[in-house]
């Protein structure tokens, strides 16, 4: 999608707009699975962009789905992928929930002892399962995205090997897969390596072992000199690691990844309008007619997206502070030279496809923004923009 193409979809459908082209999530996917065995399977964390036609696009190109909640699952379903194409990765919840999974028949991954327990005392063989092992690798962009670290909350840590063990001796759970997620933006490919070595040794515990999942952290590029993870080289090593593997312990098992960002950061394209430039004694500010309730990623792990001014860019480059139109400290980027912004100038950030849409809020009572899908040349609308009646919906007027 070219920028001429984007200019056209602000003018189209108004700003501020996510929009998606779906070519960039097809080669993203088609990357990955050639730079891997044909066996190996990529289960999209949904979390990252949800909406029923991404998953429906991406169920289309025949990856599979890694859902954090019941209301993934059923999207998924939904969307299209057969319940076994789906893996139910949840966080702290409760034993009705996964019972609700389980009467989908999805795949069931499982973080915690507790629950381990309750399930395997009511349940026994009866279901297979998956257990989620925090691995207790550091990985990853910054503490607040990595998963795998000491503090971390997900997961079964491995130090506790020998209690899961138990329960499963004496509750008869049947075991078919290993989980780990170490975090996002992993650089270093040898961290998959590290713990692909580690799912190995635990492997020998899990006589009906089928999988090894190994969630994701495939890394993007945000910013010119980033690197994107090399996973035709990372293909590369776990298949020799595989092959390794299965030759030592007579084991041959199937290799899942979980890539959110991977595929869809890239199709996205947040598209807004500048309402004001103010100069301060400080700095000029671009105000634009969003805000951090819309792409939430900047203020919350100081992520950086590249923003360009789609409207004047052969303009003098000048150096902007980006804010948005929350009442907070609501600021997009700091101290970024951009081609000169005029009012009315529409900018884009680039890389808005994972994380941004769907971690938006009406906070402040604005508007959601409207999403479109950029698909065989056509920008197509995949979500209305919200409107006022929007922020009532559910409320109850008891005054
Ligand atoms: C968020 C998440 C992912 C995806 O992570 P990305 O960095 O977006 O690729 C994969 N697996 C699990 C369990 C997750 O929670």
Not at 156 to 173: A, F, G, N
Not at 194 to 214: C, R, S, T, V
Not at 335 to 358: C, H, M, P, Q, T
């Amino acid at each position: 999608m070219n920028n001429k193409e984007l200019l056209k979809v602000a003018e189209e459908f108004g700003t501020p707009t996510y929009v998606y082209d779906a070519a960039s999530i097809k080669s993203q996917y088609e990357k990955l699975v050639s730079s891997f065995q044909k066996s190996t399977k990529f289960f999209y964390a949904c979390k990252a962009l949800s909406n029923i036609n991404i998953l429906k696009y991406v169920q289309q190109l025949g990856a599979n789905l890694d859902c954090v909640s019941i209301n993934e699952v059923k999207l998924g379903l939904k969307a299209g992928f057969t319940p076994k194409r789906i893996l139910f990765t949840p966080n702290c919840v409760d034993l009705a929930e996964i019972e609700e999974a389980m009467a989908l028949q999805v795949h069931i991954n499982i973080d915690n002892i507790s629950i381990l327990e309750q399930f395997g005392n009511k349940y026994g063989a009866t279901y297979p399962i998956f257990v989620r092992i925090n691995p207790h690798i550091f990985a990853g962009g910054n503490y607040k995205i990595s998963t795998g670290h000491i503090d971390s909350k997900f997961g079964i840590s491995i130090h506790q090997l020998r209690h899961i063990e138990r329960i499963v001796q004496s509750t008869q759970i049947n075991v078919e897969g290993l989980h780990m997620h170490t975090g996002s933006e992993i650089k270093d490919t040898d961290v998959f390596l590290q713990g692909l070595d580690i799912m190995f040794e635990l492997a020998a515990h899990f006589p009906n072992l089928k999988y090894l999942d190994m969630g994701s952290g495939f890394k993007i590029p945000y910013q010119d000199g980033e690197i994107e993870t090399d996973v035709m080289a990372l293909g590369k090593k776990v298949h020799k690691a595989m092959t390794d593997f299965a030759k030592e312990s007579g084991k041959k098992l199937e290799l899942w990844f979980e890539p959110g960002k991977f595929l869809v950061s890239k199709s996205g394209h947040f598209l807004v309008k500048t309402n004001v430039i103010k100069q301060t004694t400080a700095t000029v500010f671009a105000g634009i007619n969003s805000g951090f309730n819309h792409l939430i990623r900047p203020m919350f792990y100081d992520a950086y997206h590249i923003i360009e001014n789609l409207s004047n860019p052969k303009g003098p480059e000048r150096i902007y502070t980006v804010v948005g139109n929350i009442c907070e400290t609501d600021t997009f980027a700091w101290d970024r030279k951009i081609n000169e912004i005029r009012e009315s100038d529409i900018l884009v950030f680039r890389n808005a496809g994972a994380y941004g849409f769907e971690m938006s809020s009406n906070f402040n009572s604005r508007l959601k923004p409207a999403e479109v899908l950029f698909l065989d040349g056509k920008a197509l609308l995949i979500r209305k923009r919200d409107e006022f009646e929007d922020l009532l919906k559910n409320q109850i007027e008891i005054l």
